[in-house]
T-cell receptor, first 110, second 117 residues
């Protein structure tokens, strides 16, 4: 099956800093979603982005499908951004299920 | 995420008991997915269902686990004779029906945390 690798596994920032999270995948995909799992365990949809660039407030994402990677940018980070960020992909040949990466654990200190 | 309802949020069972997890998809969604998250790990696909049909159960353990999505009512993930290794967070997601699935965006519920004593 498809492999999804996220980096870095852990990231510690001071409030106000910017960061870039990366997601590499090993095969063509129909769907790519970024999620934020907050400290209470809830999984929040951030972006649906199989290709191109999108922005939502302080967050933006870019997927380069031909090179099989996606980037999530967080600008002016806040303590509420803490949690785990997951990338998940739907492989073209695997039906509708999402394959998740192992996540990036982000800690934003005040 | 609003709209995918899972209950209970927390479930405690003793070894050997049965666990029933419920998921009501977003209004208008007819596709349901179950995922499991073991401690300190990412989510792993278990099963994909449409109304009254199991489409893909390739991620389900072969024994003790079953899932259904009846014509009426929520989707149910059932775990019989639970063991400590079943302790995990179980997430349900839903997505819209065809022909609106050009964007197969999955929306997740808040999860059920199962603890097996």
């Amino acid at each position: 099956g498809i492999q999804v690798e996220q980096s870095p596994p852990d990231l510690i920032l001071q409030e106000g800093a910017n960061s870039t999270l990366r997601c590499n995948f090993s095969d063509s995909v129909n769907n790519l979603q970024w999620f934020h799992q907050n400290p209470w365990g809830q999984l929040i949809n951030l972006f649906y982005i199989p290709s191109g660039t999108k922005q939502n407030g302080r967050l933006s994402a870019t997927t380069v499908a031909t090179e099989r990677y996606s980037l999530l940018y967080i600008s002016s980070s806040q303590t509420t951004d803490s949690g785990v960020y997951f990338c998940a992909v739907e492989q073209e040949t695997s039906g509708s299920r999402l394959t998740f990466g192992e996540g990036t654990q982000l800690t934003v200190n005040p | 995420n609003a709209g995918v309802m899972q209950n209970p949020r927390h479930l405690v069972r003793r070894r050997g008991q049965e666990a029933r997890l419920r998921c009501s998809p977003m209004k208008g969604h007819s596709h349901v997915y179950w995922y499991r998250q073991l401690p300190e790990e990412g989510l792993k696909f278990m099963v994909y269902l449409q109304k009254e049909n199991i489409i893909d159960e390739s991620g389900m353990p072969k024994e003790r686990f079953s899932a259904e999505f009846p014509k009426e009512g929520p989707s149910i993930l059932r775990i019989q004779q639970v063991v400590r290794g079943d302790s995990a967070a179980y997430f349900c997601a839903s997505s819209p029906p065809s022909p609106y699935r050009a964007k197969n965006i999955q929306y997740f519920g808040a999860g059920t945390r199962l603890s097996v004593l």
